[in-house]
């Protein structure tokens, strides 16, 4: 019996706010490694981490990939250590890349740390003692965060999972627009979707595709498989030269951040959860744009927010209404509020309440407490406390999804043209 063995490389928090991207470090990796008769096995994988998590790069993704465990792995680790000191944005206090070898099988106590990455929050000390404790070999700058998500990037399980063609520009023309076909953009997606998706926001016109930092990255394309993925590129025309692209396998878009919650009590600041509970009030939108109201369940309640960016999402979300029972999808930020990333509707309230009409045909008003109601302009009263009521038609349907547009979704939800798969 041959057993293969692998070297897995991790490698996380190289760029910064204004620049840089891990991707494109790990793809010069790779092509210094391939020069070097050094070739990865399979796709890199680009995992990202919990989205609300307190520090965290632009996507909160850290990348890796694994090579043959042989003589040459000396050489590798020289080339990715070398490329990570040359490419890594240093400058930027909150860059502070880690970079992490480990020879060996994936343990599930491995995979049970990812997940961990990806539902909560991981100190750098708490990563640095698992990653001793499992025999990883880790290289620290500066603070060394990094270190967090490349041992995630290793170890995570992926039984769904998507994949994205990232193009890179070349460096002189970093910062400047895109020079990319928007028509083009358009016409690929008519042809490859929902083989490819997130590629347009047709409501708000927005082409996806197309970073609005100063990245290194000219676009990316999203998948279900990777098969379709370089007839896109093909179809996508732009007008600058590509220096380079890379195909990851990815947990994007699977809702693997999402825990189940047991109920509204249990959940934690910084986690990201599906919880089911009732509409407390009606949603009202405050100063900004941004949306928010209450649900409840038997254990608590807590304040749920649609802002701004979200855009049509948030007239969706205002159509809820008290006695509403919905399961939603998100995470809960700094300030408590639960970011809706989408929601269900499981049982929607199709009645109101209104008070009586009096024989003259005006609207009644209450006489006091437990007192029946009263008419304004005849006098007449009632001493009946029952109200009417009376069956409404709602633009919600039960059972259905609603979820925020392409131009405001995170790297981890899943839309829904994947539910199905």
């Given at each position: 019996?041959?057993?293969?063995?692998?070297?897995?490389?991790?490698?996380?928090?190289?760029?910064?706010?204004?620049?840089?991207?891990?991707?494109?470090?790990?793809?010069?990796?790779?092509?210094?490694?391939?020069?070097?008769?050094?070739?990865?096995?399979?796709?890199?994988?680009?995992?990202?981490?919990?989205?609300?998590?307190?520090?965290?790069?632009?996507?909160?993704?850290?990348?890796?990939?694994?090579?043959?465990?042989?003589?040459?792995?000396?050489?590798?680790?020289?080339?990715?250590?070398?490329?990570?000191?040359?490419?890594?944005?240093?400058?930027?206090?909150?860059?502070?890349?880690?970079?992490?070898?480990?020879?060996?099988?994936?343990?599930?106590?491995?995979?049970?740390?990812?997940?961990?990455?990806?539902?909560?929050?991981?100190?750098?000390?708490?990563?640095?003692?698992?990653?001793?404790?499992?025999?990883?070999?880790?290289?620290?700058?500066?603070?060394?965060?990094?270190?967090?998500?490349?041992?995630?990037?290793?170890?995570?399980?992926?039984?769904?999972?998507?994949?994205?063609?990232?193009?890179?520009?070349?460096?002189?023309?970093?910062g400047s627009k895109r020079q990319i076909d928007y028509e083009s953009v358009y016409n690929m997606d008519r042809?490859?979707?929902?083989?490819?998706?997130?590629?347009?926001?047709?409501?708000?016109?927005?082409?996806?595709?197309?970073?609005k930092t100063s990245c290194p990255v000219l676009y990316g394309i999203r998948s279900n498989t990777p098969d379709?993925?370089?007839?896109?590129?093909?179809?996508?025309?732009?007008?600058?030269?590509?220096?380079?692209?890379?195909?990851?396998?990815?947990?994007?878009?699977?809702?693997?951040?999402?825990?189940?919650?047991?109920?509204?009590?249990?959940?934690?600041?910084?986690?990201?959860?599906?919880?089911?509970?009732?509409?407390?009030?009606?949603?009202?939108?405050?100063?900004?744009?941004?949306?928010?109201?209450?649900?409840?369940?038997?254990?608590?309640?807590?304040?749920?927010?649609?802002?701004?960016?979200?855009?049509?999402?948030?007239?969706?979300?205002?159509?809820?209404?008290?006695?509403?029972?919905?399961?939603?999808?998100?995470?809960?930020?700094?300030?408590?509020?639960?970011?809706?990333?989408?929601?269900?509707?499981?049982?929607?309230?199709?009645?109101?309440?209104?008070?009586?009409?009096?024989?003259?045909?005006?609207?009644?008003?209450?006489?006091?407490?437990?007192?029946?109601?009263?008419?304004?302009?005849?006098?007449?009263?009632?001493?009946?406390?029952?109200?009417?009521?009376?069956?409404?038609?709602?633009?919600?349907?039960?059972?259905?999804?609603?979820?925020?547009?392409?131009?405001?979704?995170?790297?981890?939800?899943?839309?829904?043209?994947?539910?199905?798969?």
């Amino acid at each position: 019996m041959i057993i293969i063995n692998y070297l897995h490389i991790g490698i996380d928090d190289t760029d910064s706010p204004d620049g840089m991207c891990t991707t494109y470090l790990a793809s010069q990796i790779i092509n210094k490694l391939h020069d070097n008769g050094i070739d990865i096995i399979g796709y890199p994988r680009l995992i990202r981490l919990n989205p609300f998590a307190k520090f965290k790069t632009r996507g909160n993704g850290g990348v890796s990939f694994k090579i043959l465990n042989d003589n040459n792995v000396d050489l590798a680790k020289k080339i990715v250590l070398s490329e990570v000191k040359r490419l890594s944005v240093f400058d930027c206090d909150n860059t502070n890349p880690g970079v992490v070898f480990y020879d060996g099988d994936i343990t599930q106590e491995m995979r049970d740390y990812a997940l961990r990455a990806i539902y909560s929050f991981i100190t750098i000390d708490e990563a640095y003692e698992f990653g001793k404790s499992v025999g990883c070999e880790m290289h620290k700058f500066k603070k060394g965060r990094g270190i967090i998500g490349s041992i995630a990037a290793i170890s995570l399980a992926l039984d769904d999972f998507t994949y994205e063609l990232l193009t890179y520009r070349i460096p002189k023309n970093y910062g400047s627009k895109r020079q990319i076909d928007y028509e083009s953009v358009y016409n690929m997606d008519r042809q490859t979707f929902p083989d490819t998706f997130e590629n347009i926001d047709y409501e708000e016109k927005y082409v996806a595709i197309e970073p609005k930092t100063s990245c290194p990255v000219l676009y990316g394309i999203r998948s279900n498989t990777p098969d379709v993925l370089l007839k896109a590129k093909n179809m996508v025309k732009v007008n600058e030269e590509i220096q380079d692209y890379c195909i990851f396998k990815t947990n994007q878009h699977t809702d693997m951040h999402i825990q189940k919650a047991e109920n509204i009590a249990s959940m934690k600041q910084y986690g990201c959860y599906e919880v089911v509970g009732t509409v407390k009030n009606n949603p009202r939108i405050i100063d900004g744009g941004h949306l928010f109201f209450y649900i409840f369940d038997e254990t608590s309640d807590i304040e749920c927010g649609a802002y701004e960016p979200t855009k049509s999402f948030r007239k969706t979300v205002s159509d809820l209404r008290p006695g509403d029972i919905i399961k939603l999808y998100g995470g809960i930020g700094e300030k408590n509020t639960f970011n809706i990333e989408k929601f269900q509707v499981i049982k929607l309230n199709v009645f109101q309440y209104q008070n009586p009409i009096c024989k003259c045909g005006k609207r009644m008003t209450s006489a006091g407490k437990n007192k029946g109601f009263k008419c304004r302009k005849c006098g007449n009263k009632i001493k009946s406390n029952e109200k009417l009521k009376i069956r409404i038609e709602r633009r919600l349907k039960n059972s259905s999804f609603y979820e925020t547009p392409v131009s405001a979704r995170r790297h981890l939800s899943k839309p829904i043209c994947r539910f199905n798969l």
